[in-house]
């Protein structure tokens, strides 16, 4: 099996089997939503998108950021510490934030499309083993040139490793989560809306038995739980 690595500005040339990555937040706080009971998520580019969904289809709620917080007429935020008090049973969850549904909706190519995050670690890499591709391409959503992402290339390199058969040790990956940009805000204390307790949901690495599988229909993305 062979490994690529790409990001928001190159996922688009991703084809076969795509692993898009979002430690913090945002399939950390998808994959707390399905544990809360969501039927389906539907990830999209925009804040129009989600609200015009949200406006169209019953039974559904809108989630996400922009600059990490939810923006107006949005239900709930990016948060997990706050997601996992949430009662979602059969609800239809549209979800738009600022990397890891733009890896999504970018990675145009992708035969198959998995949404990943430490905490459905073990559960998508034996999915990825079921389909024993060839090769597989990793979109590490929230890398950019000043040194931003190394959560989500963290976690690709996590991914990687177990897929080769290694048993890494899990504690230095964790670290580099605790020590990226975007946990900044969250080791703030005054920073009371990037709560610190997400930090500690984000890096509970298999907290979940379930990948998360995003297909498409109709022109819409749909993630789904699944039990490989």
């Known amino acids: 099996m062979k490994f690529y690595y790409t990001d928001l500005e190159t996922c688009h040339e991703a084809a076969g089997v795509v692993v898009v990555i979002d430690v913090l937040r945002a399939f950390s706080n998808a994959a707390f939503a399905f544990s809360r009971g969501a039927k389906e998520i539907h990830p999209v580019g925009t804040v129009e998108e989600a609200l015009q969904f949200k406006a169209q289809t019953p039974n559904s709620l809108a989630c996400g950021e922009v600059g990490g917080l939810p923006p107006e007429g949005f239900d709930f935020g990016n948060s997990p510490s706050q997601t996992e008090a949430l009662d979602l049973t059969g609800k239809i969850i549209v979800q738009r934030t600022g990397a890891g549904t733009q890896g999504i909706v970018r990675s145009v190519n992708a035969e198959t499309m998995l949404a990943a995050s430490l905490v459905v670690a073990n559960a998508?890499?034996?999915?990825?083993?079921?389909?024993?591709?060839?090769?597989?391409?990793?979109?590490?959503?929230?890398?950019?040139?000043?040194?931003?992402?190394?959560?989500?290339?963290?976690?690709?390199?996590?991914?990687?490793?177990?897929?080769?058969?290694?048993?890494?040790?899990?504690?230095?990956?964790?670290?580099?989560?605790?020590?990226?940009?975007?946990?900044?805000?969250?080791?703030?204390?005054?920073?009371?809306?990037?709560?610190?307790?997400?930090?500690?949901?984000?890096?509970?690495?298999?907290?979940?038995?379930?990948?998360?599988?995003?297909?498409?229909?109709?022109?819409?993305?749909?993630?789904?739980?699944?039990?490989?």
């Open 124 to 228: 998508t890499v034996k999915y990825i083993h079921k389909l024993a591709p060839e090769a597989v391409t990793f979109v590490v959503t929230g890398q950019t040139e000043n040194g931003r992402g190394d959560e989500d290339l963290a976690c690709a390199e996590y991914l990687e490793s177990l897929l080769k058969g290694g048993q890494p040790d899990p504690a230095p990956f964790i670290e580099r989560v605790f020590r990226s940009r975007d946990a900044f805000q969250h080791l703030d204390p005054n920073a009371t809306e990037f709560p610190r307790t997400d930090l500690d949901h984000c890096t509970t690495i298999d907290m979940f038995e379930f990948a998360m599988l995003v297909t498409k229909k109709n022109g819409r993305h749909i993630m789904r739980a699944i039990r490989p």
